[in-house]
């Protein structure tokens, strides 16, 4: 029997071959049925068309500056309109092509750091509640922050180690190199 095991023949060696294909597609479309259309939604509440800004996307992203400039658009610089325009257009991209299994590790990256801004924005720029925001170890699994983001967090970082998958635009390339 060792010696099956050492040469990998072992039965549960099939499964986990089998999960190393299926398990980076599964978390892509898990992603996709739970989170593409929530991201894709904020994205378009950002822009007003393919260049402009939408007003509330600058309460969204600075809400405690878009404040205290009276919330006046003109009083906000031209670097906040590029982080508030980079922001929608990363909701849009990084989605789509984690989706596609295009550039997955990566994408899944961007989606990581953009999770963390928006969990920081959301407790300091917004000042949410310390419900909301919720705790880890605690018998609620409920919260928006500290429950629900730990588990997008997760397959971002899942994906961010095993890529796309077998059945990714990623793995196409690398088959054809």
Known sequence: MMGLIKRGIEPVD????????????????VFAGVLLI????SAGTKLDGLFTIDFGAYAQIFPKKFEAAGFDTSMMSTLDALIVYA???????????????L???????????FVIVQSLTDIYGHGID?????????RASNSLIADQRAFW??????????G??????????AVKR
């Open 14 to 29: 099939g499964m986990h071959r089998a999960g190393d294909a299926v398990m980076p597609l599964l978390a892509r479309l």
């Open 38 to 41: 929530y991201f894709w939604n």
């Open 87 to 101: 922001a929608a257009c990363g909701e849009y991209i990084l989605p789509a092509l984690i989706i596609l299994g």
């Open 103 to 113: 550039f997955t590790r990566l994408a899944s990256l961007g989606m990581i750091v």
């Open 130 to 138: 310390a419900a909301t925001i919720g705790a880890w170890f605690d």
């Open 153 to 162: 967090m997760f397959l971002f970082i899942y994906l961010v180690f095993y």
């Open 164 to 173: 796309g998958g077998a059945l990714s635009v990623d793995r196409l390339i």
